[in-house]
């Protein structure tokens, strides 16, 4: 559907105003530097895919998608999009602030090539899903960023588009509507369309794009699995580097788990990194029979230990160790931590950690985390960080619905 080769933007800046003026009218006169926004950028993406797109910001990714819809032109490279695209980049990107909402709604369905009669026949579902009331009348330059991004939103979606591109306009709606969007998502997803779309929102990303896109400075750093992907992408995140480390083109030589760091993984890990990456010494999965295992029924106790050595750092007693069970899209379904509830002190010298729970997952496959954390902070910063130090099937002995199905009261009033 979309194929990218060496792909490049560049931009002329100017130091002063006047510079532009004198290398206009004295050609061989070089008055600017170049600023590469987009360098050789290639990929493929097929029919049906939804491709998440993260990196910081200034990373080029408002740029590579301001170009596959058409708003830029690339300075090198070769670029075929192959279908109808909608975008929503920018708030306010093809609106006249000045006309109402109902008057934006025909120039934006003007502007993608729909005759007046086509947008009638669009008119009422675009309105209910922007569902912005008597505002619909008012001029937009009035609206809220919430009511702009719904209205953008609603207008994209309802013109039949084979490519929808979304730039992280969903960041400024409530969840209610957040919700409504992406189930609209996996709506169009089913429907062979092929969507792009950047987020900051790492549990977004993983939850519903099937490959995931890294930039950094302009450069494609990773595409592949969203999982590995936004793996590497928090692991760098979360350092104090700001040098990207060493990447290869494709995520799939991780390195094993060696014999002489006592870790009882069995299958190799997805990403580990921290600021003192060598303090998880084992993990063992334990079931209520005391044996260790990958599987694991519904409703039996299951322990999870963990064999530590703790940090190097003058606050011990804001060290916490934390274990997360994951969907294979990376989403966290369940964390404890030995800061919850008070159950643990201060933890003291090296050993064993364990972490006993009555399993109400249903059947689903887990993926375990296994961290040491500084909590001195509203947000964790971390010691040792694996993802991937397990991997466990849950199973249930009859049919169960949900993710997890825990006891629950039933009486009639």
């Not at 609106?95 to 025909?106: D, H, P, R, T, V």
């Not at 792009?196 to 699995?225: P, Y």
């Given at each position: 559907?979309?194929?990218?080769?060496?792909?490049?933007?560049?931009y002329k800046v100017y130091e002063n105003p006047k510079d532009r003026l004198v290398e206009t009218l004295f050609r061989?006169?070089?008055?600017?530097?170049?600023?590469?926004?987009?360098?050789?950028?290639?990929?493929?993406?097929?029919?049906?895919?939804?491709?998440?797109?993260?990196?910081?910001?200034?990373?080029?990714?408002?740029?590579?998608?301001?170009?596959?819809?058409?708003?830029?032109?690339?300075?090198?490279?070769?670029?075929?999009?192959?279908?109808?695209?909608?975008?929503?980049?920018?708030?306010?990107?093809?609106?006249?602030?000045?006309?109402?909402?109902?008057?934006?709604?025909?120039?934006?369905?003007?502007?993608?090539?729909?005759?007046?009669?086509?947008?009638?026949?669009?008119?009422?579902?675009?309105l209910s899903f922007a569902d912005i009331g008597d505002f619909i009348n008012q001029p937009v330059k009035t609206y809220?960023?919430?009511?702009?991004?719904?209205?953008?939103?609603?207008?994209?979606?309802?013109?039949?588009?084979?490519?929808?591109?979304?730039?992280?306009?969903?960041?400024?709606?409530?969840?209610?509507?957040?919700?409504?969007?992406?189930?609209?998502?996996?709506?169009?997803?089913?429907?062979?369309?092929?969507?792009?779309?950047?987020?900051?929102?790492?549990?977004?990303?993983?939850?519903?794009?099937?490959?995931?896109?890294?930039?950094?400075?302009?450069?494609?750093?990773?595409?592949?699995?969203?999982?590995?992907?936004?793996?590497?992408?928090?692991?760098?995140?979360?350092?104090?580097?700001?040098?990207?480390?060493?990447?290869?083109?494709?995520?799939?030589?991780?390195?094993?788990?060696?014999?002489?760091?006592?870790?009882?993984?069995?299958?190799?890990?997805?990403?580990?990194?921290?600021?003192?990456?060598?303090?998880?010494?084992?993990?063992?999965?334990?079931?209520?029979?005391?044996?260790?295992?990958?599987?694991?029924?519904?409703?039996?106790?299951?322990?999870?230990?963990?064999?530590?050595?703790?940090?190097?750092?003058?606050?011990?007693?804001?060290?916490?160790?934390?274990?997360?069970?994951?969907?294979?899209?990376?989403?966290?379904?369940?964390?404890?931590?030995?800061?919850?509830?008070?159950?643990?002190?201060?933890?003291?010298?090296?050993?064993?950690?364990?972490?006993?729970?009555?399993?109400?997952?249903?059947?689903?496959?887990?993926?375990?985390?296994?961290?040491?954390?500084?909590?001195?902070?509203?947000?964790?910063?971390?010691?040792?960080?694996?993802?991937?130090?397990?991997?466990?099937?849950?199973?249930?002995?009859?049919?169960?619905?949900?993710?997890?199905?825990?006891?629950?009261?039933?009486?009639?009033?």
């Amino acid at each position: 559907m979309i194929a990218v080769d060496n792909l490049s933007k560049i931009y002329k800046v100017y130091e002063n105003p006047k510079d532009r003026l004198v290398e206009t009218l004295f050609r061989t006169r070089n008055k600017h530097k170049e600023f590469h926004a987009l360098k050789n950028i290639s990929f493929e993406i097929k029919k049906g895919e939804t491709i998440g797109i993260v990196g910081r910001n200034g990373s080029g990714k408002s740029t590579l998608l301001k170009i596959l819809s058409g708003v830029l032109i690339p300075s090198e490279g070769f670029m075929n999009v192959g279908g109808r695209v909608s975008a929503i980049l920018e708030l306010g990107a093809g609106f006249n602030m000045e006309y109402s909402g109902l008057q934006n709604i025909y120039l934006n369905g003007t502007l993608q090539g729909k005759s007046k009669r086509e947008i009638d026949e669009k008119l009422e579902g675009i309105l209910s899903f922007a569902d912005i009331g008597d505002f619909i009348n008012q001029p937009v330059k009035t609206y809220s960023s919430g009511m702009f991004a719904r209205l953008a939103f609603a207008v994209a979606i309802n013109v039949d588009p084979d490519i929808l591109i979304v730039d992280e306009a969903l960041a400024v709606g409530d969840m209610k509507f957040q919700t409504k969007c992406f189930q609209k998502f996996e709506e169009m997803k089913s429907n062979g369309v092929t969507i792009l779309f950047v987020g900051h929102d790492i549990s977004s990303i993983r939850k519903f794009c099937d490959r995931t896109m890294w930039l950094h400075q302009g450069e494609m750093v990773l595409f592949g699995k969203t999982l590995e992907v936004t793996s590497e992408y928090m692991e760098f995140m979360n350092s104090e580097n700001e040098s990207l480390p060493q990447m290869v083109d494709q995520l799939t030589n991780h390195t094993p788990v060696s014999p002489d760091n006592q870790l009882s993984f069995t299958e190799t890990i997805i990403n580990r990194w921290g600021s003192q990456p060598n303090l998880i010494k084992a993990v063992r999965i334990i079931n209520e029979k005391g044996q260790r295992t990958q599987t694991i029924k519904h409703g039996e106790i299951v322990r999870i230990t963990v064999g530590y050595e703790l940090p190097d750092t003058n606050n011990p007693e804001s060290v916490s160790i934390a274990i997360s069970l994951k969907n294979n899209m990376g989403l966290d379904l369940l964390v404890y931590t030995t800061k919850d509830d008070n159950d643990i002190e201060d933890l003291v010298g090296n050993g064993d950690i364990t972490f006993e729970f009555v399993n109400f997952f249903t059947d689903i496959e887990l993926i375990l985390v296994v961290a040491i954390e500084d909590r001195s902070s509203v947000h964790p910063q971390y010691y040792d960080y694996i993802e991937g130090a397990g991997y466990i099937k849950s199973v249930t002995d009859i049919q169960l619905f949900g993710i997890m199905h825990p006891p629950v009261r039933k009486y009639l009033n």
